[in-house]
């Protein structure tokens, strides 16, 4: 089995920064894309960002310029750098990854979700 540990939410005030990590553990699994998703309270699902193994990015239109990914293979770990934080960022963001596991195919999985507050 592989599990995705989030850490690093928490209450920041509006331009302020926070980071997310999200380690990947197990054994016998391989990983090609990471990244991170998030839901706002009455809001659907909604991607905010994916990571390849070979550092390509791609981000949400809301996002951009502002939350930077970036990836630790030999981790299996993915950060998210969020800068100039806006109340609208407000969200349980839930990291995702796409994993390849010995003898068992590939298949998503996600982790437990971290809440994000901004708010002065």
């Known amino acids: 089995q592989v599990q995705l540990v989030e850490s690093g939410g928490g209450l920041v005030q509006p331009g302020g920064s926070l980071r997310l990590s999200c380690a990947a553990s197990g054994s016998g699994f391989s990983i090609s894309v990471m990244g991170w998703y998030r839901q706002a309270p009455g809001k659907q699902r909604e991607l905010v960002t994916l990571?390849?193994?070979?550092?390509?990015?791609n981000y949400a239109d809301s996002v951009k310029g502002r939350f930077t990914a970036s990836r630790d293979n030999a981790k299996n770990t993915v950060y998210l750098q969020m800068n100039s934080l806006k109340p609208e960022d407000t969200a349980v963001y839930s990291c995702?990854?796409?994993?390849?596991?010995?003898?068992?195919?590939?298949?998503?999985?996600w982790g437990q979700g971290t809440q994000v507050t901004v708010s002065s």
């Open positions: 995702y990854a796409y994993v390849a596991r010995l003898g068992f195919g590939s298949d998503d999985y």
């Open positions: 990571i390849t193994s070979g550092g390509r990015t």
